[in-house]
Antibody, heavy 128, light 106 residues
Framework: QVHLVESGGGVVQPGRSLRLSCAAS????????MHWVRQAPGKGLEWVAV????????YYADSVKGRFTISRDNSKSTLYLQMSYLRAEDTAVYYC?????????????????????WGQGTMVIVSS | EIVLTQSPATLSLSPGERATLSCRAS??????LVWYQQRPGQAPRLLIY???RRATGIPDRFSGSGSGTDFTLTISSLEPEDSAVYYC?????????FGGGTKVEI
């Protein structure tokens, strides 16, 4: 069964750092682009970042560029989001999500950018 | 950054009725448009990608259409479990962006 399980959320003071993890199981993790998407309380979805299947390219939302870093360890089937210089507006549920199509099934990009498997989310609260 | 505008904000309908949700892009995105459903307290669920391709396991009462800047998600005959917020998302370039959502009340 395909699963994504996020961890690492919690309460953190503004300006501090936090690292989220997403453990994948039930599929060949190294074949898929992976994403982080967040949702502030009562708000809509906001895409945060993508990393290609092989880690060769990463792209970010303007709101987190320079503060957040997405990475992956394909040997551990784990996705990460290192968040630094956190702000109150970063308070949200953070979801990791998988591309619907493995990168081996198409050409031209290392991520397909339509998200079919989502974790349950981990809450991050930035507050003093 | 491509802006996606969804309308209406809320749609109140009865079971068995047809729902038509709109998503408009600020520039042409070909057919690089994705639709998700999010029920309260749950993670989003992929419904449609590439404007009209139904994801695995999605009932055929859900259909998508459109290209360029104007897209539509149609639910042909509403079921009570279709009560949710529906989001569109483009995958034309980075950064990916989502629309603000349409809440469907049944």
């Amino acid at each position: 069964q395909v699963h994504l399980v996020e961890s690492g959320g919690g309460v953190v003071q503004p300006g501090r750092s936090l690292r989220l993890s997403c453990a994948a199981s039930g599929f060949t993790f190294s074949s898929y682009g992976m994403h982080w998407v967040r949702q502030a309380p009562g708000k809509g979805l906001e895409w945060v970042a993508v990393i290609w299947y092989d880690g060769s390219n990463k792209y970010y939302a303007d709101s987190v560029k320079g503060r957040f870093t997405i990475s992956r360890d394909n040997s551990k089937s784990t996705l990460y989001l290192q968040m630094s210089y956190l702000r109150a507006e970063d308070t949200a549920v953070y979801y990791c999500a998988r591309d619907v199509i493995p990168s081996t099934d198409y050409s031209g990009s290392g991520s397909y950018d339509a998200l079919d498997i989502w974790g349950q989310g981990t809450m991050v609260i930035v507050s003093s | 950054e491509i802006v996606l505008t969804q309308s209406p904000a809320t749609l109140s309908l009865s079971p068995g009725e047809r729902a038509t949700l709109s998503c408009r892009a600020s520039q042409s995105i070909s057919t690089y448009l994705v639709w998700y459903q999010q029920r309260p307290g749950q993670a989003p669920r992929l419904l449609i990608y590439d404007a009209s391709r139904r994801a695995t396991g999605i009932p055929d009462r859900f259909s998508g259409s459109g290209s360029g800047t104007d897209f539509t998600l149609t639910i042909s005959s509403l079921e009570p479990e279709d009560s949710a917020v529906y989001y569109c998302q483009h995958r034309s370039n980075w950064p990916l962006t989502f629309g603000g959502g349409t809440k469907v009340e049944i």
